[in-house]
């Protein structure tokens, strides 16, 4: 599995800290780009660089709008906030997925144009001859070089 990268892994810290932090007044746990950064042991400039302070002002909107709202519900939006992101997400690689089908589509009808079997592109390439070992062959250059001395011709 790749690692993740540092906006990934960011952006996974931030809406952890966000959805924990909503559930509090904002005297208690004041939400602004500035304090989140110290929460996070990041620089402010690091969030505005990956353009998270869009998110953590909206999300300093909804504390103010719900300081009554139990934790629960703010819960369940951040859920609901995920499953759109991964309904997006699926959505994207869906249409990746068709261009792709699109392409093999296309280099199979050339193929065919140019009179190969498309099934053919389909085989799966066999693995080299490993019965012999080839250590200590020639390398890639195909020769070695004779040392010449001058008694030598």
Known sequence: MPRLSVRED???RLRDHIAIVETHPAEECPLDVRAVAAALGVSPTTLYKYGFNRE???AEQRQRENGAVSGAVIEQRYFSDQVRALTELLEKERERNKG???RIAIMEANAARL????????????????TVSRAGGRGAGGFRKRSRTIGQQ
């Open 10 to 12: 960011l952006q996974r």
């Open 56 to 58: 953590i002002n909206a």
């Open 115 to 130: 009179g190969f079997d498309p099934e053919e592109m389909h085989i799966a390439i066999l693995k080299p001859e490993r």
């Open 100 to 102: 792709l089908v699109g």
